[in-house]
């Protein structure tokens, strides 16, 4: 019998989990704020794109893979994109098109679907002039001294609804210069007028730019409605940016603007905040080069996506030996082609745990407990045991986990972490035959190099297979 879920998601705009409910029940709609692309990403954006991409995975189990819309945009145009531009010599476009090229390699390698709709602030320039249009239409929004285009957070009674942030507290903290541009310090740009030199695109105000609020506005607006069901990202977006998406939006459209918000916990590094100061920013590619993409992906799901997020050198090996396990219990088997049985206490057990709010930690805990059984039952009943691997590869799908090949698993890597696939194989090939030939000195010291390589020997009935350490 099929599973009946009841999905429940923590909402950080009441602060609490509830049942989730689509605004359409045929259709689930959710954007997620991309990435800025002046760099390549780093393992803060690796959680944001594997978090959202686990959520969307199961919002198509739940509700059927084409009945959900995942929107995830890229910010293409920003003070950060123009300086990186201009230090490098090159146009902006030349400078995006690099690192949105980049995230796509570092998004992949992860195991990343892509979205359904990743629109480009360049792209919905149009949008964005006809809302902040709308806003200074209905008094929502003013030019101010120098020209830039200002959202008056005064006339907006919702302000602070999902950081739960207060207009005066907010004020307290604020230092304005005299010269000041807007009218209030917590006021924020729409529309910024071209300083001379910058790339710009026409409007009512002039030649400009977007700012960062209303592109997200404009983009998710476009992709999925006025009001839509999910929109997620990190926490250090909470505010001000999701509650600015929120008061410019509503302010617009005179319309909710979004059901529940969702935000992944911080990402820190040897427990302390990642950041270039300290010296312990790490890019995807950097940790790519050490550790298998899979272990990453694994790494990031085995905390609760509202947590933080520990990254170590040690917990990245502990991932891969915790996968390795994983692998360990599928190799050998054949695995049936069967629909996945939702009425086995594991599956139900996986998806409850993945119901209640997407909780990966407790869903990895029930494939251990599958490969547990698929080891017990490995000799006294195969076929049983090649059943339960069908299962916990089925189930892992849902985590975008443990679907290659095991021995690619295994023996996955680099001729720069070691020897490459040919040289240990033929290594292997002249260990055999010196054990065939008595010759266990040689044996051994065969054994010992591979060994000294990272190369772990596992001898079965006749046959002898590999893994990477």
């Known amino acids: 019998m099929a599973h009946v879920h009841k999905l429940q998601i923590h909402n950080n705009l009441v602060k609490a989990k509830a049942p989730f409910t689509p605004i359409d029940p045929t259709r689930v709609r959710m954007y997620v704020c991309g990435m800025t692309v002046y760099d390549y990403c780093h393992i803060g954006h690796a959680r944001v794109l594997v978090v959202f991409d686990v959520v969307n995975r199961y919002l198509r189990k739940v509700y059927g893979e084409n009945n959900v819309t995942y929107v995830r945009n890229i910010t293409d145009i920003d003070d950060k994109i123009i300086a990186r531009a ?18 796509h390699e570092d998004a992949d390698l992860l195991g990343v679907r892509r979205p359904d709709f990743e629109p480009c602030a360049t792209t919905h320039i149009d949008e964005i002039v006809q809302m902040v249009e709308t806003l200074v239409g209905k008094g929502a929004a003013y030019v101010g001294k120098t020209g830039d285009v200002y959202f008056d957070v005064s006339e907006f009674d919702g302000y602070g609804k999902l950081s739960g942030k207060h207009l005066e507290d907010l004020r307290a903290g604020e230092r304005v210069a005299v010269e000041e541009a807007k009218n209030d310090p917590l006021d924020f740009v729409l529309w910024k ?29 476009h992709c999925l409605g006025h009001h839509f069901d999910i929109h997620g ?5 909470q505010f001000p940016h999701h509650e600015n998406e929120i008061a410019q939006s509503e302010a617009c459209h005179d319309e909710p603007f979004v059901n529940v918000w969702m935000h992944n916990g911080f990402v820190r590094v040897d427990n302390e905040k990642m950041s270039k100061s300290l010296g312990n920013f790490f890019t995807i590619r950097e940790v790519l080069e050490k550790y298998h993409p899979e272990v990453i992906r694994y790494f990031i799901l085995t905390s609760h996506y509202r947590s933080p997020l520990n990254y170590s050198d040690v917990h990245l090996d502990n991932a891969k030996g915790a996968l390795t396990t994983l692998y360990t219990a599928l190799r050998g088997l054949e695995l049936p082609e069967a629909p996945l049985d939702e009425s086995d206490p594991h599956s139900v057990r996986f998806l409850e745990v993945m119901d209640d709010d997407f909780n990966t930690p407790e869903a990895i805990a029930v494939l251990f407990e599958l490969a547990r059984e698929v080891n017990r039952l490995r000799e006294s009943d195969p076929s049983a045991a090649a059943s339960k691997g069908a299962q916990l590869k089925q189930l892992a799908a849902l985590l ?15 001729p720069k972490e070691g020897l490459d696939a040919i040289t240990i194989e033929r290594l292997i090939e002249e260990r055999t035959a010196a054990r065939k030939a008595k010759n266990f000195a040689e044996s051994d010291r065969i054994r010992d190099e591979l060994k000294a390589n990272g190369i772990v020997l596992e001898d079965g009935a006749g046959t002898t297979t590999w893994r990477r350490e």
Not at 202 to 218: D, L, M, V
Not at 233 to 237: F, N
Not at 400 to 414: C, I, S, Y
């Open 400 to 414: 975008g986990l443990v679907q290659l090949d095991p021995e690619a698993f295994m023996q996955g890597g680099t």
């Open 233 to 237: 990202g990190g926490l250090d977006l």
């Open 193 to 221: 007028r071209a300083k001379p030199g910058e790339p710009s695109w026409a409007s009512p105000w002039g030649e400009g730019r977007p700012g960062w609020h209303i592109e997200c506005s404009a983009m998710s607006t």
């Open 86 to 103: 201009n230090d490098n010599g090159e146009a902006y476009g030349e400078l995006t098109g690099r690192f949105i090229a980049a995230m």
